[in-house]
């Protein structure tokens, strides 16, 4: 593909402390989080609301946050939770045990109510959002790991922002790849992309009835049947299901895209296209075999799509599996959590379906009462002075990815990456030099759960 250079003269802004990109989890907690400790925060966000996959993708759920004998998620997150709880944006007939305590429970929400709590909540703080923004350039030193500022483009034209912190929230490591920050990319450094997949909404259930067993062998037949009579495009066994979302509604997490790169837009447009038919499909097929779904009608599909894995950054740690399933804790943990390695099987065939039901139910899941920390380094691009990351672009391998991409686990890097870029202005430590054990027990004085009796000035390496 030849080159093209383009020249414009663009307006400068300048005044913040921080500017974080990226309104889903990591993004809004890390925003809010900073213009609570007094920094001046630009939040920018590519689509018209914050909340991310949880608001533009239509995955209406938080995964679990207890480990079944205490809440793990605290903070900023339990907070959001207990305020969606209070305004009535949970589902119908909600325990609040459910992330209080018990283990390997979700707590379902209504996306326009998540929407409205965090547009109030950002008022409240004080943080200035910028919907329909996207960052395209940066203004980067990644030789010495100083940001000063990002290009955007929105209705406006083009505009240049200066800061002196930088969280990158973006789920796809967007503004970190545009600095020069070392990055794995999936579909580019593997073979292999975990694909993804489009959800939606329906209306016209009947929650009193008995629901389709999504995961049994039972099921998975049904499935092979209605694909070899035409009726499904793809033989998918892996059927997530359809979960509650209101009296008579529900998001449906079903039908995977493979082989799509989120990092390229041809691929992308195609997936969206095919996530859309595949919906469709499903549809049929709840309908059909689905007692409480004789009526089901589809409300919408989501605008954004669910990718579970695109680009990771090269952080100062990299939290591997034999952290995992060692259980182990860290000095410099920004947070601990429970859930279980999520990772979907990465082509049809069937010995690949086999395979992967048997390691994700077999070898991987968790028990009550056990937990895994999330070390603060995974937050740092390798070198990096003043930026930052929260959420899916996270500094971990694989398979740990799969368990920390979720929502909650999102949440907690967000409040860490916010609060250590307040800490990093304030007193002139870098993110790679960070004095952690002021981070954590700044975060503890948020109410965060940080249970580990060591607490180390620097970061966790090895």
Not at 400 to 412: D, S
């Amino acid at each position: 593909m030849s080159s093209y250079t383009l020249k414009r003269e663009i307006p400068i802004e300048s005044g913040w402390d921080i500017i974080v990109t990226g309104g889903g989890p990591g993004g809004y907690a890390a925003a809010a989080c900073a213009a609570r400790l007094g920094a001046r925060v630009l939040l920018l966000e590519a689509m018209g609301c914050l909340g991310g996959m949880g608001t533009s993708g239509q995955v209406c759920v938080f995964s679990p946050i207890a480990d079944g004998e205490k809440q793990l998620v605290r903070g900023f997150m339990g907070e959001l939770i207990e305020t969606l709880y209070e305004r009535g944006f949970l589902r119908p007939g909600i325990d609040p045990d459910r992330w209080r305590k018990n283990f390997n429970t979700w707590p379902q929400f209504r996306s326009e109510g998540l929407k409205m709590v965090l547009d109030e909540i950002m008022a409240k703080e004080g943080v200035e959002v910028r919907f329909f923004t996207r960052v395209i350039d940066a203004d980067a030193d990644s030789q010495n790991g100083i940001v000063r500022g990002v290009v955007t483009s929105s209705v406006e034209g083009y505009k240049y922002i200066e800061a002196k912190a930088f969280i990158d929230a973006t789920g796809d490591a967007i503004l970190s790849d545009i600095c020069g920050v070392q990055c794995r990319e999936a579909g580019r450094d593997t073979d292999r992309v975990m694909p993804s997949t489009l959800t939606a909404l329906f209306a016209g259930i009947d929650w009193s009835k008995e629901s389709l067993d999504f995961q049994s062998p039972e099921t998975v037949k049904l499935l092979e049947e209605e694909y070899k009579e035409g009726r499904f495009e793809q033989c998918d066994r892996h059927f997530v299901g359809l979960s509650r979302y209101g009296e008579s509604t529900g998001y449906m997490n079903g039908g995977h895209i493979f082989d799509l790169i989120p990092t390229n837009t041809r691929s992308l447009s195609d997936g969206m296209v095919t996530g859309r038919r595949t919906v469709r499909q499903y549809e049929a097929f709840l309908r059909k075999y689905s007692p409480n779904c004789e009526n089901i009608e589809l409300v919408t599909t989501a605008s954004l799509m669910g990718v579970r894995e695109s680009r990771r950054i090269v952080g100062e740690y990299e939290l591997k599996y034999e952290d995992y399933i060692s259980r182990r804790e860290f000095p410099d943990q920004i947070g601990v959590f429970n859930y279980s390695v999520d990772i979907h099987p990465y082509d049809m065939k069937k010995e690949t379906y086999d395979d992967f039901m048997d390691i994700l139910f077999k070898t991987l899941k968790l028990k009550a009462g056990e937990r895994y920390g999330i070390p603060y380094g995974i937050l740092v691009p390798k070198g990096f002075k003043n930026l930052w990351v929260a959420g899916r672009c996270n500094s971990s391998d694989i398979k740990v990815h799969g368990a920390i991409r979720t929502m909650p686990a999102c949440g907690m890097m967000g409040q860490a990456a916010g609060t250590a870029a307040v800490q990093s202005i304030r007193t002139g430590q870098t993110a790679c030099g960070l004095n952690t054990e002021m981070l954590v027990e700044s975060l503890r004085k948020q109410g965060a759960f940080l249970p580990q009796t060591e607490i180390s000035e620097s970061m966790t390496r090895v």
